[in-house]
């Protein structure tokens, strides 16, 4: 298996720009997270899906973060209008029942940085 | 809530010196624990698990786990360490709401001598 998949792996922008994050999760897992990690902030648990429906998205910081689950395989986290302050890294973990206990793997991430 | 605690930020080893990383839960029911390790740049890694069974959990690179109910710890373990297990270690807990979302701990930085 491919692991969890992101893209892109870098991104750099301006403020105020859009900027979409993907995700592709290994296949047959049913739940998918993406968090963000800061130096100030750690890790953090932005949204949560299952079944591809939005379970919990009290992590989202504002209004300009959305993310959507289309299907099993895609997922994406949008930014609009980014901020100076979104600069961080962006990870994308999905997880199954087939996976006794519950633990997420986790893709490479997405170095977001927004000038 | 479920939750654990880190309580160093940061462990110092030489390298050949046992390691010790350590981890508190609070949970209501059974925990489900977990440690993961993120190397510079990379995503986090799965390391170990302890969900029931033996207090000893075997894992990945060489590490272990013991799992302690009455002292609620789950501290990371290796008998000697490498260089190359420089990294950031985050402990786990699954909640219990039923969705496998995991409550991270804030990470402990291990820093192995030569």
């Known amino acids: 298996d491919a692991g969890v998949i992101q893209s892109p792996r870098h991104e750099v922008t301006e403020m105020g720009q859009e900027v979409t994050l993907r995700c592709k999760p290994i296949s047959g897992h049913n739940s998918l997270f993406w968090y963000r990690q800061t130096m100030m902030r750690g890790l953090e648990l932005l949204i949560y899906?299952?079944?591809?429906?939005?379970?919990?998205d009290s992590g989202m910081p504002e209004d300009r973060f959305s993310a959507k689950m289309p299907n099993a395989s895609f997922s994406t986290l949008k930014i609009q209008p980014s901020e100076p302050r979104d600069s961080a890294v962006y990870f994308c973990?999905?997880?199954?029942?087939?996976?006794?206990?519950?633990?997420?793997?986790f893709g490479p991430g997405t170095r977001l940085t927004v000038l | 809530a479920q939750s654990v605690a880190q309580p160093e930020d940061q462990v110092k080893v030489a390298e050949g010196n046992p390691l010790t990383v350590k981890c508190t839960y609070s949970v209501s029911g059974n925990p489900y624990l977990f440690w993961y390790v993120q190397y510079p740049n990379r995503g986090l890694q799965f390391l170990l698990k302890?969900?029931?069974?033996?207090?000893l959990v075997k894992g990945s690179y060489g590490f272990e786990a013991e799992f302690n109910k009455s002292q609620t710890s789950f501290h990371l373990k290796k008998p000697s360490a490498l260089v190359s297990d420089s990294a950031l270690y985050f402990c786990a807990v699954r909640d219990n709401t039923g969705f496998q979302k995991l409550v991270f701990g804030t990470g402990t930085r291990l820093l192995v001598s030569p």
């Open positions: 973990a999905s997880t199954g029942l087939s996976t006794l206990g519950g633990e997420q793997f």
């Open positions: 302890y969900i029931t069974g033996d207090n």
């Open positions: 899906f299952n079944n591809n429906v939005p379970i919990d």
